[in-house]
Each structure stands twice: as C-alpha cells, then as structure tokens.
C-alpha cells in the first residue's frame, strides 16, 4: 500500500511568492494534518482537516492557508513568502482525528 | 499552552553503552509518541503510549510512560552506531474545547550519535 505521498521533494521559492504544497494520504484515511518543522526544531502544527472540514488552526499567519478535496489530498498554501518559511513541511494522515499518524516524507521549502 | 521539554538535546555514546532520554510535558495528555528521524528524512514512529505504567520495547529501544510525574523516557540498551538519530517525543491531546481534535505537540528532539 502506497504511504502518505508530498510533492514537490524540494521547492526553491523567492521572497514575496507563492507556493503550494500537495499531499496525498494513505488511502481510506480521511484526516490530514500540515507540520512546519525549521532545521533543529520539532515540527509546528499548523493545520488539521477531517471530512474536507479545517478541525484547526495553529498559530501561524494568515498567509498560511490549506484545503481539503473530496479524494482527501491537501493542499497548503503559502503567500508572500519570508526567507523563515524555510522548512521542511510535513503532511500526516490519520483514518480520524482521534487516530494515530503517519507522516509522508515532506517537502522541503527554500525561500531566498 | 502544553509545553514538551526533552533532554539531553545533544547525545553522544559509545555503542555498547546504555542511555535514557527524558521527555517532559506541562499538561496532561492523551497520547505520547516517540518518534526517530534521520537527517532530511520524515518522522518514523517508534511508539505510542496510551497510559499511566505502559511500557513499550523495540528492539533496543524501550519507552514508558509515567502520567502522575507528565514524564516519558526512551532507553537505549547497549547502543549501535545504527541508532543514530534525531529522536522526538510528541504529545497528542484535544486542544478545541468539547471538541475532538487532535494535534501533536513536539519536543526539540535529541540528537543521538553513537560512535563505534
């Protein structure tokens, strides 16, 4: 069984930019949660959704947004990029809220 | 605001040598993970603890779960080089009121080098 999937590996991005991030979770799992995690930091949660429903928000700025499709996949977008959204962005999927995670392998954002 | 504090940050063993990380949390929680990672790799889960007493092993690896003190530890017994990581624990509780969401709080995560 395929796990969870992101795309792109690695994006480099320039100040003021958009960007999307794509996950796809593992199949039946209806829950998928975004993650930043800076270099020597644990991740930082930033958004949850459940059944195409946002279940939550981290504290991050408005600039960070995301979305659920009926497949299930995500996405995360990120506008007008600062060189501190570098970072490894990790998608994990879950069968519900309340269930355990996997995460997939991540997305690792450059921004310069 | 729940608060995860691990350490050491840094460790550095030999391998035959037996270590323990601490895994501190300000709140109570619902679940605590321990995860590994290698660099510029994903999050590997190593284990879930679901209560007070439980006491998971792996391996080398054992994790136990201390809910009264909001203390975790992950032991290593007789280390190998192989285990050289980055470890994190993380705690799963709700976080909406009356709600039933979920979201992982991390600590900073131990970096484990074990030299031959």
């Not at chain 2, 030999?14 to 990672?37: A, F, H, M, P, V």
Request: include cysteine; proline fraction near 4%; charge should be positive.
């Amino acid at each position: 069984d395929a796990g969870v999937t992101q795309s792109p590996t690695h994006l480099i991005k320039t100040r003021g930019q958009q960007v999307t991030l794509r996950c796809s979770p593992i199949s039946g799992h209806k829950s998928v949660s975004w993650y930043q995690q800076v270099l020597g930091q644990g991740p930082q949660f930033i958004f949850q959704y459940y059944e195409k429903e946002e279940r939550g928000r981290g504290n991050f700025p408005d600039r960070f947004s995301a979305r659920q499709f009926p497949n299930y996949s995500s996405e995360l977008n990120v506008n007008a990029l600062l060189l501190g959204d570098s970072a490894l962005y990790l998608c994990a999927s879950s069968l519900s809220p309340t269930a355990g995670y996997t995460f997939g392998s991540g997305t690792r954002l450059t921004v310069v | 605001e729940l608060k995860v504090e691990q350490n050491p940050l840094f460790l550095s063993m030999q391998e035959g040598k037996n270590y323990t990380i601490y895994c501190n949390y300000s709140t109570t929680s619902d679940r605590l993970y321990w995860y590994r990672q290698d660099p510029g790799k994903s999050l590997e889960s190593l284990f879930v603890l679901l209560s007070n007493g439980a006491v998971k092993q792996e391996g080398r690896l054992m994790a136990s779960l201390d809910t009264k003190a909001r203390l975790s530890t992950l032991h290593i017994t007789a280390a190998v080089h192989d285990l050289s990581a980055t470890y994190f624990c993380a705690v799963d509780k709700i976080w909406n009121s009356g709600g039933s969401n979920y979201k992982l709080t991390f600590g900073k995560g131990t970096l484990l080098t074990v030299n031959p």
